[in-house]
C-alpha cells in the first residue's frame, strides 16, 4: 500500500510532535491532540532510545550468551527487560487500544454525519426539484390557458368577421332582391303600357278603316287601372281643332291663359315613375336614337319625333298642321293623345288631302317598335336601327301640306334620310367593353381572394411574432424587408395578372391571324413589372405605413400593437381591395393592349358608356386614330389613363 506522504510519518518523534491535522465542523479539541501528540513522540523518542540501547547491548553481548526466543509472554519481558520496560510497553498498549476505539467512534460519528448531511442534501434537493416541478407546472398551465384565450380571440375575432361577411352579403342580396323586384315591377307596368298602347293602336288602325277622314274617338293614354285606354269623344275636342289660326308671334307681356294651345301628340312612357332607374345613360340615349329614327322612317308622312324634357321623359309626335306656328305649351300639358292630327277638307286643302290618305298608315305597326326597346342587347338595337334607317331612307317621301310649311318639312327630311353616325362606333364600344369586362369579371373575383388570402396568412404571422416575448419595435421584425414583403403580394397575383395582360394583348388582334398564347405571354412580359409597381402602390407601401404608424402608437406594447395591426389588416381586407383590385385588373389588360401595338396599327381611345365619367377620355377620344405607341393629347399611351378610368384602346377596322 503506498504511503500518503501528505500525513506525519509515525516513526518520527519530531513529525509526529509537529503533524497537523485539516479542521471539521465536528472534530476533536485540538489542544487536547496536540498535548497527547507530544506525549506520544516523547514515548516514541524515548523507546527509539531505549531501542538503540539494547541494539548496543545486543551487539557487545558475549558469543556464549543464551538465546532469547521471540515469543515471549509478559512475564518474560518483564523478567528480560525490567518492570519499567513492561510497564512501557503496557501503557503502548492501552494507548493504541484507545486510539483505536476513539478512531472507531470518530469514523462512526463521521458516518453518521455523513449520513445525516447526505439525507439533508437529498431533502434539500427534492424539495427543490418539487419547487421547480411545481413551477413548471404552474407555467405550463399559464401557456395553456393563455393559448386557450388567444384562440377564443382569434376564434371571436372570425366568428365576428364572418357575421360582417355575412351582415355584408345579406345586406347585398336583399338591395339585389330589392332592385331585382322594382325591375320586375317596372318591367310588368312598362308591358301594361306597352298592352295599352298596342290595343289602342289596333283599335284605332281597325276603326281607320271605316272612319274616314274625320276621327270619331281620341284615346286618353293616361294611367288607368286596367289594361284598356279610356276613349275620349271627338265631339269634346274638335272644336279646338276646327279653324287653324293665323302665325302669331310671343309676345311676353300677354297672359298666357289668351294664347292659343294647339295638341300635340304625346306618347309618354308609364311604366316606370323614373326611367333612369332601370337604364344606363348609354342604354337611354340608344333608345332615344332608335326611336326617333325608326318613327320618322316609318311613319312616311311629315311626322316629327320630339324628346319632351319632363319629370317623365316622353316621347312627343307633333301632328303636322296646315301651316308652320309656334307651339306654346301649358304649364300641365294634357295626357290626351291625338292619334289622327287631320281636320276637315277644305277647297284649298283637297289637293293635301288626298296626298296624305296614301301616307296616312304606318308601314310597320307600333307594337313593335316598342317590341325593339325592349331587346336587351344594346348592339342589335343599334345595328337593327341602323339597318332600318338605311332601308327606310327611299321610302320617305313628305308631302308638302301647304305653301306655309316648307319648314316643317325641311325639318324631318334630315331625321328620315339621315342615319345616325355614331351607332356603329357605339355597338363596336359596347361591344369591346362587354367583352373586356366578361374577361375581367372572373379574374378580379380571383385577384380579391388572392389577396385576401395573403393578408389573411401574413396578419396570423404577425400577431405570432407579437405574442412573443420580445418587444417589437421595427416594421421589418414582423413583416420583413420590403423585398419579401413585395413578393409575396405580386407572386399571388402574378398568374391572374398576366392572364388578364394577355387577354389585352388578345383584344388588340381582332382580325387576322392571332399569335398563340405563349407568343402573347412573351409579348407581355416586360409589361408585367409596370402592374407589379402598380400593386405595390395600391397595397403594399399604404400597408407598411399603417404597420409603422401602428408600431409608433403602440408605445412598446405588443399587445396595443396587436389590436392596430388587427384594424390595419382589416381595413384592407374590407375596403383596400375592394377599391383597388379592379384598377390593378384594368391596368393589367390596358397594358397588355399596349404591349401588343405596333407602329404600323392605328388605335383610337374609347370611353366605357357604363363606367364612371372620365376627365381624359374626351380628350383623348376626340384625337381620333393614332399610331401604336405615340401619346394621346393627355400624354397618355395606353388606357386606363389613371385610378376608376375604365377606357381602353381600340384598333381602327378600316
Not at 391571324?513 to 416586360?526: C, E, F, I, T
Request: aromatic share 4%; glycine share 4%.
Amino acid at each position: 500500500m503506498a504511503i500518503s506522504f501528505s500525513r506525519p510519518d509515525p516513526s518520527s518523534p519530531a513529525a509526529v510532535a509537529g503533524a497537523s491535522f485539516p479542521t471539521s465542523r465536528r472534530g476533536f479539541d485540538p489542544t487536547e491532540v496536540r498535548d497527547f501528540l507530544r506525549m506520544v513522540a516523547a514515548e516514541l523518542s524515548r523507546l527509539q532510545e531505549r531501542e538503540r540501547f539494547l541494539e548496543r547491548e545486543v551487539a557487545n553481548r558475549p558469543e556464549g550468551s543464551p538465546f532469547i526466543p521471540a515469543d515471549l509472554d509478559d512475564d518474560a519481558i518483564t523478567e528480560i527487560l525490567g518492570e519499567e520496560t513492561a510497564r512501557i510497553i503496557q501503557a503502548a498498549r492501552e494507548a493504541a487500544g484507545k486510539i483505536r476505539a476513539r478512531a472507531e467512534e470518530t469514523a462512526q460519528r463521521l458516518l453518521r454525519d455523513a449520513t445525516e448531511d447526505a439525507a439533508r442534501i437529498r431533502e434539500e434537493a427534492e424539495l427543490e426539484a418539487a419547487r421547480r416541478r411545481q413551477d413548471t407546472v404552474s407555467d405550463t398551465e399559464a401557456e395553456i390557458l393563455m393559448a386557450k384565450q388567444q384562440g377564443r380571440d382569434m376564434v371571436e375575432e372570425a366568428r365576428a368577421y364572418r357575421e360582417r361577411v355575412l351582415a355584408d352579403v345579406a345586406r347585398r342580396r336583399e338591395l339585389a332582391r330589392e332592385q331585382i323586384e322594382d325591375l320586375i315591377h317596372g318591367r310588368d307596368r312598362l308591358v301594361q303600357s306597352f298592352e295599352r298602347a298596342r290595343i289602342a293602336t289596333d283599335d284605332v288602325l281597325r276603326d281607320l278603316v271605316d272612319a274616314g277622314d274625320e276621327p270619331s274617338e281620341f284615346v286618353n293614354l293616361a294611367n288607368t287601372t286596367g289594361p284598356v285606354p279610356i276613349v275620349v269623344q271627338a265631339d269634346e275636342m274638335h272644336e279646338s281643332m276646327r279653324r287653324p289660326t293665323p302665325t302669331q308671334f310671343y309676345d311676353q307681356d300677354r297672359d298666357d291663359a289668351d294664347t292659343p294651345v294647339h295638341e300635340h301628340v304625346v306618347v309618354r312612357h308609364p311604366s316606370i315613375d323614373n326611367p333612369t332607374a332601370s337604364m344606363t345613360v348609354a342604354e337611354m340615349e340608344e333608345v332615344h336614337a332608335v326611336v326617333e329614327t325608326l318613327v320618322v322612317d316609318e311613319v312616311d308622312a311629315v311626322e316629327e319625333v320630339e324628346q319632351i324634357e319632363d319629370v317623365d321623359e316622353a316621347v312627343a309626335v307633333e301632328t303636322p298642321a296646315p301651316i308652320v306656328e309656334p307651339v306654346v305649351e301649358a304649364p300641365k300639358p294634357s295626357n290626351v293623345v291625338q292619334l289622327f292630327g287631320k281636320v276637315e277638307p277644305t277647297p284649298a286643302d283637297s289637293t293635301h288631302t288626298e296626298s296624305m290618305k296614301p301616307a296616312a298608315r304606318p308601314a310597320v305597326p307600333v307594337d313593335d317598335i316598342f317590341a325593339k326597346l325592349r331587346r336587351a342587347s344594346a348592339e342589335s338595337v343599334a345595328k337593327e336601327a341602323n339597318s332600318k334607317s338605311g332601308a327606310s331612307t327611299p321610302k320617305a317621301n313628305p308631302v308638302e301640306t301647304s305653301n306655309k310649311s316648307p319648314k316643317k318639312t325641311s325639318k324631318t327630311t334630315p331625321k328620315a334620310t339621315a342615319p345616325s353616325p355614331k351607332l356603329d362606333d357605339l355597338a363596336d364600344s359596347v361591344t369591346t367593353f362587354e367583352s373586356r369586362d366578361e374577361i375581367l369579371v372572373p379574374l378580379v373575383l380571383t385577384m380579391g381572394r388572392k389577396i385576401k388570402r395573403v393578408l389573411a396568412d401574413e396578419q396570423n404571422e404577425v400577431l405570432d411574432i407579437l405574442r412573443g416575448r420580445a418587444v417589437v419595435k421595427t416594421l421589418d421584425a414582423i413583416v420583413g424587408p420590403k423585398s419579401d414583403h413585395t413578393k409575396r403580394f405580386c407572386s399571388a397575383l402574378s398568374a391572374s395578372v398576366k392572364s388578364a395582360a394577355i387577354a389585352g394583348a388578345r383584344s388588340i388582334h381582332t382580325s387576322g391571324s392571332v399569335p398563340s398564347d405563349k407568343a402573347l405571354a412573351d409579348m407581355v412580359a416586360p409589361q408585367l413589372k409596370a402592374v407589379d409597381e402598380a400593386i405595390i402602390t395600391a397595397f403594399v407601401e399604404p400597408l407598411r405605413e399603417r404597420l409603422s404608424r401602428s408600431i409608433s402608437q403602440a408605445g412598446g406594447s405588443n399587445a396595443e400593437l396587436s389590436s392596430l395591426v388587427r384594424s390595419a389588416y382589416r381595413e384592407w381586407k374590407n375596403q383596400m381591395v375592394d377599391e383597388h383590385i379592379d384598377d390593378i385588373a384594368y391596368t393589367a389588360f390596358g397594358r397588355g393592349a399596349l404591349s401588343a401595338l405596333t407602329p404600323d396599327m392605328n388605335v383610337c381611345w374609347k370611353f366605357d358608356p357604363a363606367g364612371p365619367g372620365c376627365p381624359d377620355a374626351e380628350d383623348n377620344s376626340l384625337a381620333g386614330a393614332i399610331c401604336g405607341g405615340d401619346a394621346f393629347p393627355t400624354g397618355h399611351t395606353h388606357a386606363p389613363a389613371h385610378a376608376g378610368c375604365r377606357c381602353a384602346l381600340v384598333p381602327v377596322r378600316n
